[in-house]
């Protein structure tokens, strides 16, 4: 009788780890230029938005480097991110930050034809035919390397304004909307506080702003669909480099330490009787849902928006529909815990698979020791 | 982004155990409260591993965080050491926790890192047994929602579990549950022991070595403190039925490699398309080979 050999696993898997590392490096030789981490965080700059967001960790060249190692798989990038962040301690938490100071390339509002500061749509997909440009095809580095020059010259020589006033200020001076609360309570932290549901909303909103875009986005889409009814108005979508401000470690006072790159959605919602918290002779006032993401990422920013209202509704009323329930939405939209879990599977299970085996042949044996025989044998027969 | 920036050159930045300290802090002190209320699932906030969820990072947070230069560390994956996954833990804490010694003997070991085992030899007092968990909630077959489950732990009511065990008999006329074997600690709460086989479920109830189960994806820890009861969930007349390795004729079957009839063994479909049995755990198997090797070289 014979047997397997029990060794070997190390050699596998450098093995497999050479096999990846050729497949990066194969195809035909005058296309093997390495990707250098500049063009991918440059060119590919969605995708290094992404790859931000999703591994909770601002680090542009970082972020390249995970999209570059990985071979361009979003889910792997972002997790790898994630796993460098974890030997980091924390060392301070920010203030609120003030998204009014952003430094906008874009800011857009479908609620208003006209809003204080102006409509500015900025670099957007959205109107652009998605017909192929061939001509990118064989693109010749001469034109390629003056094209963003040649646009900042060719800009309007009027400055334009560092930053754009709110666009839920008007309305919330109009008291179509709540004012803002007076007290804020501190921030839930997700890398150092496990969810415990119930959760707070702050504990929800930072578990999305690092939620894997196409999981958020297809529980979103199904509230948008109709499992769901928030009818969401984007009273604001802007982008831009958000100033961060620190506590000087001398003086205390706030100081800007840098900049990060991101997207917020503000979305309004139809007023419902109940929801308004107060007595209910109180007037109806819209309510919010709100979006917010490392670098520039409009899909998940709206996505966020949607589910944040709700899970708002959620939590009030008890969930009607999957998106409008936190423990279900929140478990299930992270891309490293998803993925990681998803691909598990491939590895052994000799041991579970056995005991499986033994309870069905077990099962079968009593099945066939009363005259009754599994349905399977009863077609061949 | 500071343009004079420039990411690091190598990777020798990582410190010891490759977490933060305040992490391991955080995960050590949950630890002691796991092992305060024996299979209590205790949140913690784990962090993200370099290799995937369901991977073992539950388990490798638990080991790195309790893991000293003075210890001797074993990592199995379906009872062997040289499981691919087994390969890739015990690689990753070689990196990342110099002078620590690694090994492949269970009676060595100071602290065992496993995944769907528990291994033959009997543990002692000073090991330490840390689980990968990938369901650390055995509620979760009959009850979705964490928030409800808990509920449901705190008054330990399971009810509900009794009644799916209940169903089987009636369905199948046998419990359906095969590995993951709801069991009782200390006569409160009832845990998920991990993926081990029923083989092993005897085995945690007074075991010598402390017992820790880490689940990383769910975020949770619990234990099984030395010498506490654990049960596995059954009714007064259905005993409780381990892994069946007798043959037609009802002679248990042996170790193809080693020869012995006391371990749990893997089934193996062979090129010839017989099939041959084998001992899962590799370092138990190895033992026994060597025993009988000597005993053969004596005579």
């Known amino acids: 009788m014979g047997y397997v050999a029990i060794k070997g696993g190390e050699k596998a898997i450098d093995g497999a780890a050479d096999a990846l590392e050729a497949l990066r490096a194969s195809g035909p030789v005058s296309g093997s230029e390495p990707l250098s981490l500049n063009a991918i965080e440059h060119q590919l700059r969605l995708l290094t938005s992404r790859i931000m967001s999703e591994g909770g960790l601002y680090h542009p060249q970082l972020a390249a480097l995970a999209i570059k190692q990985m071979q361009g798989d979003t889910l792997e990038a972002g997790f790898a991110l994630r796993a ?38 900025g670099p957007t997909h959205d109107y652009a035919l998605r017909l192929m440009r061939f001509e990118l095809a064989e693109e010749s580095p001469e034109p390629f ?15 334009l304004p560092d930053s754009f006033p709110k666009v839920l200020d008007a309305l919330r001076s109009e008291r179509l909307l709540p004012p803002k609360a007076e007290q804020r309570n501190p921030a839930f932290d997700i890398t150092r506080d496990p969810l415990i549901f119930p959760v707070s909303r702050s504990a929800a909103l930072a578990t999305m702003a690092r939620a894997e875009t196409g999981s958020m986005l297809a529980i979103a889409y199904s509230n948008m669909r109709g499992y769901g009814d928030i009818h969401p108005t984007v009273a ?12 000087h470690p001398v003086t205390g006072e706030l100081t800007e330490a840098g900049e990060v790159l991101m997207t917020e959605c503000e979305v309004i919602a139809m007023y419902e009787p109940e929801d308004t918290e107060s007595a209910k002779d109180a007037a109806p006032e819209f309510t919010l849902g709100y979006g917010a993401c490392f670098g520039h990422n409009e899909t998940k920013a709206i996505s966020m928006a ?51 085996m033994d309870r069905l042949r077990s099962t079968r044996e009593k099945y066939q020791a009363r005259g009754e025989t599994p349905q399977e044998e009863t077609h061949e027969s | 982004m500071n343009p004079n920036y420039r990411l690091p050159n190598s990777q020798d930045s990582y410190g010891f155990g490759f977490l933060d300290e305040f992490a391991k802090r955080e995960i050590r002190r949950v630890i002691l409260k796991a092992i305060s209320i024996p299979g209590y699932q205790t949140p913690y906030a784990s962090r993200e591993m370099p290799m995937g969820r369901g991977f073992g990072t539950g388990g490798l947070q638990l080991t790195l965080s309790m893991i000293g230069p003075d210890d001797t560390l074993k990592v199995i994956d379906q009872g062997s050491d040289d499981s691919v996954n087994a390969v890739n833990l015990r690689k990753f804490a070689e990196l990342t926790c110099p002078e620590v010694s690694t090994t492949e003997s269970t009676t060595e070991a100071s602290l065992i890192q496993t995944r769907h085992r528990v291994p033959e030899i009997p543990l002692r007092e000073n090991q330490v047994l840390n689980f990968q968990v990938p369901y650390p909630d055995p509620l979760v077959i009959v009850e979705p929602s964490e928030a409800k489950r808990k509920i449901m732990h705190g008054e330990g009511d399971y009810a509900r579990l009794l009644t799916k065990l209940y169903e089987d008999l009636v369905k199948f006329d046998e419990i359906t549950i095969s590995h993951r074997y709801p069991t009782r600690i200390n006569g409160h709460y009832v845990i998920d022991p991990s993926p081990i086989p029923r083989y092993d479920v005897p085995r945690l109830n007074q075991s010598k070595a402390l017992l820790l189960f880490g689940a990383g994806r769910e975020k949770k820890i619990y234990a099984v403190p030395p010498y506490t009861n654990a049960d596995p969930l059954v009714f007064d007349d259905v005993p409780f039925r381990t892994e069946n390795f007798y043959d037609a004729d009802g002679q248990r079957r042996a170790c193809a490699r080693c020869g012995c009839t006391d371990s749990f063994l893997d089934e193996l479909n062979l090129e010839d398309g017989s099939k041959a049995w084998q001992c899962s755990d590799t370092d138990y198997c190895n033992r026994q080979l060597a025993s009988t090797e000597a005993g053969e070289v004596t005579q």
């Open chain 1, 145 to 159: 390397r003056k094209m963003a020059s040649t646009f900042l010259k060719n800009a309007p020589e009027e400055a």
């Open chain 1, 236 to 247: 604001e979508l802007r982008v831009g480099y958000l100033p961060v401000m620190l506590p």
């Open chain 1, 306 to 356: 949607i589910l944040d209202r709700a899970l708002q509704k959620g939590m009030r009323d008890g969930p009607e529909n999957p998106s409008e329930d936190p423990e279900f939405v929140l478990m299930h939209i992270d891309g490293v815990d998803s993925m990681g879990f998803a691909n598990h599977y491939k590895m052994p299970h000799y041991v579970t698979f056995q005991s499986d």
């Open chain 1, 84 to 121: 460098y962040r974890s030997t980091k301690p924390r060392l301070l938490e920010t203030p609120p930050q003030d998204t009014g100071n952003m430094r906008l390339i874009r800011r857009i509002s479908s609620a208003f034809k006209d809003i204080p500061g102006g409509q500015m749509l």
